[in-house]
Each structure stands twice: as structure tokens, then as C-alpha cells.
């Protein structure tokens, strides 16, 4: 797999897999992107020009992704709309990134006979109960509440029938929330780092019970890596790093760690929809492919994050006061 092509490697994810692709193997990695908002070149620089390209294109362009399949050994498949306000407001781009484009790219696969990994969420499994014990596994229904997710699970179901139809050398993978450097400040942990160096009040959705099971993006990379090179074709895996925390939690700890009182937020409204709960299950990505988190303290992991946030003022600053008047004009 000297010859990888990853799809959406501009954004948040993508950009943190690409770098830890170049860091730690020898192979060379083209990316497919088509800069919407959340996708960015300043994270993907500094990358070495002799094994690093840069495509801006479509993934429903199938002429474009024929011609990049035809070129690479392997396909990680990050491309997505994902930012749930967003589905909300305006479903229709989620239909033709999350469903057509992947649908695009299976074909492609299907052609040249490519491996296809395709990265997905947890959000497909619904959510689950403040009080449930359980956790999300590979046997969990799938049960979406939003465009977004739903518009996901639809995503993994075709990469499932493409497996079984057509013989296509695809995975699939359902990630619990990430964080880390290159996140657009429209998510909840950069939005509140960024309005704390603003002198910002932070804010918090509803009464903040809401709980997410967060994991760092290079552990994502990390185990995304794994899956493709160790994983068996046509099999699921869930990647989780333990590190179920309430939003109130969350936002009261980066105020901690940042110097300020932590009980120095507004809450507003709750998200219509917003889901209570998600915790993973990543038994059979450890048991059967070995893999284990680096980051297992997640407050470290934040204050390191944070860090980043402090530093990069010049990669998060142009998209702030949009993402702000956004909001804004929602009373959030």
C-alpha cells in the first residue's frame, strides 16, 4: 500500500491522518478535497512535496475519482459533510457528499479493485441512556436521529452491499467524537478553547448532561492505520478511547485548564435532536488488530489540544467570526 489516496484529507480528521501517515510509514499520499468550509490547505502544510500531492475535486466527480483510483493502492474515504447544525438547516449537501459521494467512490473501487477503507461515526447507532451501562459495539442497530447520521448510516450500508455484491476489498470504521488540532471552531471543544483566548464567555447546550465518548485524532489515525493494514475485509470496527465526559464536564475542565473560573459559561438552548449519550465498544479493534490509545488521559489530551489553539491563532482566526454570527443568530 506504498500509494494511498485519502478523500476529504483537508479537514479536521483527514488532515491529522495525513500527517500521521507521513510521520510514521514510507508512503506517498495524495489528497482529494473540495476545500468547502471545513476543509483547509493551511493543515496540510509543511508536508514533504516528494511524497505529498494536493487534488481539489469532488468525490461525485467520477471522471476525477476514477483517474486517482487508478493511481493509488489504497483508499481512505474521510470525505463527509458532518457538522449536525448544519444537517439541520440544509440536508440536501449531506445527501450528495455522504450517499452519492461514497456511492461514487465504491464504483471506482469496484473497477480497479482497490482496498477502500471508509470512515465513519458513531453517530449512527442513536444514542443511548444517561443511565444505560451499555456501549455502541459492531452488533449495535443502526438507529440515526439526524440528516447527518442518517445520511451516514446510509453511507456505511452501501459500502456493506458493495462488499457483498460486488466483491469490493472495503472496511469500515465508526469513530466516537474526535479532537485535537485542525478541528473547525464550529465544534463544541475548539469553539470553546477559541472563545476563552477571545475573552468569550463559552457556551453550553441545555444543562450540559449530554455525554460523549472522546478520543484524540492521532489515536483515530492511529487506529484508522491499523484497520487498513490489518484489518479483514468486510468486517466493522468501532474505535473508542474510554473517554465517556458530559459537555458540562468538558466545558468546565477547559476553563480550568485555561485559568478561568469554571463556572464561567451561559447556557442556551439545547440543539434540537441532540442526542444524550454515545459510548464505544473498541473490544474486538484491541482484542483482534492489537491496537490501543496513546492518549488515555483525557486531560492531558485537552491541555495539549489547547495548546495548539494558543499557538495557531493565524489557522482558526479566519473562520471565527463567521462561525460566531452564526451562532449567534441562533440565540447560541
Known amino acids: 500500500m506504498s500509494r494511498l489516496l485519502v478523500t476529504g484529507g483537508a479537514g479536521f480528521i483527514g488532515s491529522n491522518f495525513v500527517h500521521h501517515v507521513i510521520e510514521h510509514t514510507d508512503h506517498q499520499v495524495t489528497v482529494l478535497d473540495k476545500l468547502t468550509y471545513a476543509g483547509n490547505l493551511a493543515s496540510l502544510e ?42 439541520l438547516d ?33 453517530e449512527v447507532y442513536g444514542d443511548l441512556e ?4 451499555a456501549r455502541f459495539t459492531e452488533h449495535t442497530p443502526y438507529n440515526p436521529s439526524s440528516p447527518y447520521s442518517s ?52 457556551k453550553l447546550y441545555g444543562a450540559g448532561l449530554n455525554v460523549r465518548d472522546w478520543i484524540h485524532a492521532e489515536d483515530h489515525s492511529s487506529a484508522v492505520l491499523t484497520i487498513l493494514e490489518k484489518g479483514r475485509i468486510g468486517q466493522t470496527y468501532l474505535i473508542g478511547a474510554d473517554g465517556e465526559k458530559d459537555n458540562k464536564t468538558v466545558i468546565e475542565l477547559i476553563l480550568r485548564l485555561m485559568g478561568e473560573d469554571p463556572a464561567a459559561y451561559d447556557h442556551v438552548a439545547d440543539r434540537a435532536g441532540h442526542d444524550l449519550r454515545y459510548a464505544i465498544d473498541s473490544t474486538k479493534l484491541r482484542d483482534e488488530l492489537g491496537w490501543q490509545p496513546r492518549y488515555r488521559d483525557f486531560e492531558a489530551g485537552l491541555a495539549a489540544t489547547i495548546d495548539w489553539y494558543r499557538a495557531h491563532e493565524e489557522w482558526w482566526a479566519p473562520a471565527k467570526d463567521a462561525t460566531e454570527a452564526f451562532y449567534a443568530s441562533k440565540g447560541q
Open 90 to 122: 440544509e440536508p440536501r449537501p449531506f445527501l450528495d457528499t455522504n450517499i452519492v459521494g461514497t456511492y461514487t467512490l465504491l464504483e471506482a473501487a469496484r473497477r480497479h479493485g482497490t482496498r477502500l477503507h471508509h470512515i465513519s461515526t458513531d
Open 130 to 133: 444517561l443511565d444505560d451501562p
Open 151 to 202: 445520511t451516514k448510516a446510509g453511507s456505511d450500508l452501501l459500502v456493506r452491499a458493495w462488499v457483498r455484491s460486488f466483491g469490493v476489498r472495503a472496511t469500515i470504521s465508526n469513530c466516537s467524537n474526535n479532537y485535537g488540532p485542525y478541528q473547525h471552531v464550529e465544534k463544541f471543544i475548539p469553539r470553546q478553547i477559541t472563545n476563552v483566548i477571545r475573552g468569550i464567555r463559552p
Open 46 to 87: 509543511g508536508l514533504p512535496d516528494d511524497r505529498f500531492r494536493f487534488v481539489r475535486g469532488d468525490i461525485g466527480d467520477a471522471a476525477l475519482v476514477d483517474e486517482l483510483f487508478a493511481q493509488a493502492d489504497a483508499v481512505v474515504h474521510y470525505a463527509a459533510e458532518s457538522h449536525n447544525d448544519n444537517s
